[in-house]
């Protein structure tokens, strides 16, 4: 993994089945496994929020001009959530991805229970809304690269087996952004690891 994480801006647009046009979010590749999780307070993570914010901006004014309110109240939901955190007083920094990382947590979280409530229609409204938000994320940790942060974190605390699993994930809790990866996936690929090595 990268010692630095690197914030480049694509041009390359990509567009969804609605025909509207998004831009696509900065690729920014995981930082060490090392590094502080409050990217928001770093000037490259300034740089990434502030390109996100934009982008998020300009294409809720392109949604609304395409009267494609799918897309629009996904990015109006991302972006109250956004200023709601802004305006918290006592939250912790986060990145403006973190952000959108969480809506997409809720938005999954929603999805299932529509579905196993019968509601086909809400549930797909929900991960087409998930699908719209996700480009906007930096590149995601890979599995392999979670696994090589949990065994570091393993070494770390000394932790011998799943009964550990609290200190490890403290560990990658605070050293690896929500951005960066679900939780739920960082606690699944640290259970695989810690039970490889019991």
């Given at each position: 993994m990268n010692s630095r994480p690197i914030a480049r801006c694509l041009?390359?647009?990509?567009s969804f089945a609605t025909g509207v046009k998004?831009?696509?979010?900065?690729?920014?590749?995981p930082a060490a496994f090392t590094a502080r999780r409050h990217v928001a307070t770093t000037p490259a993570g300034d740089a990434a929020n502030e390109l996100?914010?934009?982008?998020?901006?300009?294409?809720l004014k392109t949604a609304m001009r395409a009267k494609n309110t799918t897309l629009t109240t996904a990015i109006?939901?991302?972006?109250?959530?956004?200023?709601?955190?802004?305006?918290?007083?006592?939250a912790a920094p986060l990145s403006v991805a973190t952000l959108i990382q969480r809506s997409l947590k809720k938005r999954k979280e929603a999805a299932d229970q529509f579905r196993a409530g019968g509601r086909e229609?809400?549930?797909?409204?929900?991960?087409?809304?998930?699908?719209?938000?996700?480009?906007?994320?930096?590149?995601?940790?890979?599995?392999?690269?979670?696994?090589?942060?949990?065994?570091?974190?393993?070494?770390?605390?000394?932790?011998?087996?799943?009964?550990?699993?609290?200190?490890?994930?403290?560990?990658?809790?605070?050293?690896?952004d929500d951005a960066l990866a679900p939780r739920?996936?960082?606690?699944?690929?640290?259970?695989?690891?810690?039970?490889?090595?019991?």
């Open positions: 041009l390359r647009q990509q998004l831009a696509v979010a900065p690729t920014v590749r996100i914010r934009n982008r998020l901006k300009n294409d109006k939901s991302v972006l109250s959530s956004i200023t709601y955190h802004e305006k918290s007083a006592g229609d809400l549930a797909t409204k929900e991960e087409e809304e998930c699908k719209m938000l996700e480009v906007y994320l930096p590149k995601q940790m890979t599995e392999e690269e979670l696994a090589e942060a949990v065994k570091a974190a393993v070494a770390e605390v000394g932790a011998n087996g799943v009964k550990d699993l609290g200190k490890v994930m403290k560990v990658l809790n605070a050293k690896i739920k996936l960082v606690s699944d690929v640290a259970k695989r690891v810690l039970q490889a090595s019991s």
